[in-house]
Each structure stands twice: as C-alpha cells, then as structure tokens.
C-alpha cells in the first residue's frame, strides 16, 4: 500500500511508537476497534515491563507475576485482534496535512493517527566513575544485575519507587544493601518505603549523595557526602545501582508541548498539541507512572483515535 496524496488513503491507521505495556495496549484496543494498526518497536515487545521480576500490583494478578510474561501476554493479545508488530527503529515523524508519514528502517509509512508510548530512560548519576564502570558494577537494573552479586555489598542509589522496589529485591540476593537517598524523607509510595526500612538486609541512609565511584577493573567503592553533617567519606562497595527517575524520549516529537520536565502534555483522550498525535505511557505527563496507568492510556488513545479518524473522514469524503 501506498499513500495516495489527496484522497487520504494510509498505509495504516494507527501507527504506534514504543512497544511497552502502554503501546501494546494502545495496539490491542485499535486492532479490536477493526483499525489497521501498526506498532513499531526497536527491541522486543515489552519495554521496561520485561525487566520487572515480581509484579505484584497489576490488577487481576493476585500472586507476583513476572514482568516477562505480563509482557508477552499484552504482546499475543494485541496480535490475536489483528496488530503487526514491526521490528525497526522510527527515525522521523512527519505531519502532512491530515496524515503522517513514519520513517522506520528506511520505510516511509503513513497513517491517519500516531500514538507516541517511547516511553523513558534512566537518568544518569552523571560523577566520575558512572560511565567508566558501566557494565562492571555500575547498574540502571536489579533484575538484570543482582545475581550476579549473590552475597555481595551493594550501594542503592535513589529514594522512589524504582530504588525501593530494587532494593527490596537486591535483599533477596544479599544481606548487605545500602540505600542511599539524598533527602531526609523517600519520594517512593509509603507502603513500600515502610517495607523497605523493615527489611533488615537494608540499611538506609537519608541526607547522602553519591559523588564518585571507584574501582580498578570492577566497581571497588564508592564517595559518599553525607549532607546533613557535611562530611565526605569513602566506602567499599561491590556494585552500584542507580535508580534516580527518567528522562522521557520526545526526541522524534520537538514540536509537541511539553511540561517544565520535558513531559508531553496530553489531554484526558491523549491527545497531544499535534492533532492526530497521541501520546501514553511514561513518555506523558501522567501524575503516576505505573503499568496499569500507561495500559489504560493506550485503551484512551486508541478509542478517542478512532473517533479522529472516524470525523476526519467524514469531513474528508462526507
Ligand atoms: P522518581 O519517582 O522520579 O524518583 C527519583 C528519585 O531519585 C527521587 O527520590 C529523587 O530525589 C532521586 N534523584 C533524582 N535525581 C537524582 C540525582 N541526580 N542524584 C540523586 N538522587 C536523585 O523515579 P522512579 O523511582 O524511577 O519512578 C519513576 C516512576 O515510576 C514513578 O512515577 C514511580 O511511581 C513509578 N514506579 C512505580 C513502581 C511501583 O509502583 N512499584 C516501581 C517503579 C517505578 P528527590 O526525592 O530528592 O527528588
């Protein structure tokens, strides 16, 4: 298939970009919705949900499930209602006047609506050391990592959600982790920072910042401030693991608003300041970024595209 300029025939009518849980969810509900959807993913269907180890608060699931088959479940459900998933990094979106044209892997696709679910990316420590022990040592990802410091001291670096629920993991692993957090009081939900400060494998120091890590081939120690006290000290640790927010992937987007963070503004459809332009997922301004969040966004941004499609239309051949 190929665009017909004028008559505003489209490859697909939905084109969404990012296969994380809020993607493949937006995939589902726009296949099911009888639209011709393509999701576009760089990596495997899953996103950051592949990396989780036990989910334990996705509605349904009363027992821990793993983050791999939550994925892989969302994946074959999308598919089952008709989605193609294609393996290709989007290097360009482009908005014509009531389509879009993708270009991925040197394809050029064009589609009535697209659904932005890039998601984001870990934030970086930015110190010396971070980026020379990356890989030996220093980690965004507990899941991936820890076993492989069974029995080991490990620094945890952050004070949300991701940095408890890491920690609380890493406990699993070994009974020596220290969370460092830079304030005196955890961002995370209050349940879970209970949890973590219970956990006698954790030992939490507030007021400390992590300024340099060192090592020789391997991540040795680590400099720690402790800015309450003012005082600098250096600690031997086996591995660091950072967990300080996210930095959302708007690159292909310079034009759509954003909030003071870098956020894409949606409304409550999804909608974002580009009409035909969705946005769900971590990659949006959403007050709570959870799986079940950014799946219920895809459903949005998938039903309030068709209504889009539906009235462009309209007016276009009515
Ligand atoms: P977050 O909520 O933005 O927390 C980031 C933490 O890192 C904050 O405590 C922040 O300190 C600290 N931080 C930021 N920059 C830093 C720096 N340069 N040096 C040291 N510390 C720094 O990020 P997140 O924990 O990754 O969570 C992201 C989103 O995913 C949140 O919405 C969260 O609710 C969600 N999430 C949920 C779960 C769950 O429900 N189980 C699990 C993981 C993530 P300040 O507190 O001082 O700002």
Redesign the pocket.
Known sequence: MTTMEGDMKTDWDIIIIGGGTAGLSAAQYGARANLRTLLIEEMAPGGLTLIISDLE?YPGFPEPIQGFELAQRFTEQAEKFGAEIMSATVTSIDKQKDHFTVEASDKKLTAYTVILATGAQH?K?EIPGEEDFSGKGVSYCATCDGPLFKNKKLLV???????C?EAMFLSKITDKVTLV???DRF?A?PS?AQRVQANNHIEVRFNH?IKEIKGDTQVRSAVLYNNHEDSTYEEEFDAVFV????IPQTALVPDAEKDEIGYIITDQCMRTSIPGLYAVGDVRNTP???IVVGAGDGAVASHCAAQYIDELKGQSYD
């Open positions: 608060n934030r420590l670096v952050g004070g949300g959600d991701a940095a629920d957090h830079r304030r961002r939900q879970l910042e967990f300080i927010g996210s709570f970024r959870q």
